[in-house]
């Protein structure tokens, strides 16, 4: 079966953002009000096939550990979803 792998990757809240930050004071020039914090991450989508979601996932979780995400850094959410055929 087809599933589509939503993947979001973020740094740790414990390491500096300095494009978040950069992209904070931005707005805040730009009149922006009440943004507290601007965190910048990644979007990565997977379509792959697998015999379940949980297969799928697994799948999943370990390209992110091995080359998507660095783990050191950078924390990933999975959401896995069945890939509509097109």
């Known amino acids: ?3 589509h792998a939503a993947i979001e990757i973020t740094l740790r809240s414990s390491i500096l953002d300095p494009q978040g930050k950069a ?3 931005a707005l ?3 009149g922006f009000e009440g943004i507290e914090d ?3 991450g990644k979007f990565v989508e997977l ?3 697998a015999d379940s979601a949980e297969a799928a996932e697994a799948l999943t979780r370990s390209a992110c550990q091995k080359l998507l995400a660095n783990e050191v850094m ?3 959410a ?9």
Do not use: G, K, N, P
Not at 78 to 86: G, L, M, N, P
């Open 1 to 3: 079966m087809l599933y």
């Open 23 to 25: 992209t904070s004071h």
């Open 28 to 30: 805040d020039q730009l």
């Open 38 to 40: 601007v965190r910048i």
């Open 47 to 49: 379509r792959l096939e």
């Open 74 to 76: 950078e924390d990933f």
């Open 78 to 86: 999975i959401r896995i979803t069945e890939a509509a055929v097109v």
